[in-house]
């Protein structure tokens, strides 16, 4: 991943999107959710290494690949997440910003359920 075109491209298109946005407002939204876009998918491309060595560590630490699982989702929600909200805000919609926030929140929170209840498992085994 090369941070330094991510950044390039980042500060080209705000720029872009600021001369826009003085001639025609829509228009420089798309071009803020363009580079959004296109910024995330060099992050993704880029992150399969990671996601194979957190792999190759939890198996070698033995820890059960499901909760692994579950936090990479969670981490993709929490990101995908707070991309989709700055959108919103940048366009000036906060309200619809807060409702996408809470939206991730709920989602995290359904993609534990299975990490809640092996803990709530294990809590109810060390009880009884």
């Known amino acids: ?18 001369v826009l946005k003085r001639f025609g407002g829509e228009f420089g939204l798309f071009v803020s959710l363009a580079a959004s876009l296109l910024i995330l998918y060099a992050v993704l491309s880029a992150i399969d290494p990671l996601t194979e060595l957190i792999g190759e560590l939890a198996e070698a630490s033995g820890t059960d690949s499901a909760y692994i699982a579950v936090l990479m989702k969670a981490l993709a929600v929490c990101v995908i997440t707070q991309l989709a909200a700055e959108s919103c805000r940048d366009s000036g919609e906060g309200a619809i910003a807060s409702k996408i926030e809470f939206a991730g929140k709920t989602a995290v929170l359904l993609i534990s359920v299975p990490l809640f209840s092996a803990i709530f498992g294990i809590v109810k085994e060390l009880i009884l």
């Open 1 to 18: 991943m090369n941070i330094f075109a991510i950044i390039g491209t980042g500060i080209i298109a705000a720029a872009i999107s600021a």
